[in-house]
């Protein structure tokens, strides 16, 4: 099983900054890595799937870069609603794994 | 509208079974691979099963192979998840996702408890 590890699991950003958070794979997982942003009581939203491809509708703020181990969600200017959690997902091996999740809290 | 629908969750016994149903609308899953992904309240996310678009193919993460079963009826454009001797760690929230993962149900919720 490919183990996902994001970093920071917290991370404090005042609105407008920029944001850059970390996906690493145990093994590669080509350019088949998914980034999902989640707010509390809702399902996750896709944002970036083939680690760079923004999803429909979503802002182009979001940006998602990355291949092989080491991928990158950034977010350019955190805007209110963005403050939430981040989860990367890897597709390329079953069983589809997910990191652990990213908080991004308002500093 | 375009959308997916969870339903049969609630509270079991341990030891217990359910069966999960999700329910298209404004799609035909037919041409799609579907798929059931669970989190347990307060964690991260883990994708239990797959399901290829005609069934000739599943996929089950290693925790629950032998007791979850991955179905769709693609004339009643549905999923389901025949849950069989569940565990207190199967308590989650179980969403049904359109493969190409911007589709996600609103979740329905299963607590295995005594």
């Known amino acids: 099983e490919i183990v996902m590890t994001q970093s920071p699991a917290t991370l404090s950003v005042s609105p407008g900054e920029r944001a850059t958070l970390s996906c690493r794979a145990s093994?590669?997982?080509?350019?088949?890595l998914a980034w999902y942003q989640q707010k509390p009581g809702q399902p996750p939203r896709l944002l970036i799937y083939?680690?760079?491809t923004r999803a429909t509708g979503i802002p182009a703020r979001f940006s998602g870069s990355g291949s092989g181990t080491e991928f990158t969600l950034t977010i350019s200017s955190l805007q209110s609603e963005d403050f939430t959690v981040y989860h990367c997902?890897?597709?390329?091996?079953?069983?589809?794994?997910f990191g652990q999740g990213t908080k991004v809290e308002i500093k | 509208e375009v959308q997916l629908v969870e339903s049969g969750g609630g509270l079991v016994q341990p030891g217990g079974s359910l069966r999960l149903s999700c329910a298209a609308s404004?799609?035909?899953?037919?041409?799609?691979?579907m798929s059931w992904v669970r989190q347990a309240p307060g964690k991260g996310l883990e994708w239990v099963a797959n399901?290829?678009?005609?069934?000739?193919?599943?996929y089950y993460v290693d925790s629950v192979k032998g007791r979850f079963t991955i179905s769709r009826d693609n004339a009643k454009n549905s999923l389901y998840l025949q849950m069989n001797s569940l565990r207190a760690e199967d308590t989650g929230v179980y969403y049904c996702?359109?493969?190409?993962?911007?589709?996600w149900g609103q979740g329905t919720m299963v607590t295995v408890s005594s």
């Open positions: 404004g799609f035909s899953i037919r041409s799609y691979w």
């Open positions: 996702v359109r493969s190409t993962f911007e589709m």
């Open positions: 083939g680690a760079s």
């Open positions: 997902q890897q597709y390329n091996n079953w069983p589809w794994t």
């Open positions: 093994q590669s997982v080509s350019s088949k």
């Open positions: 399901i290829k678009q005609d069934g000739s193919e599943k």
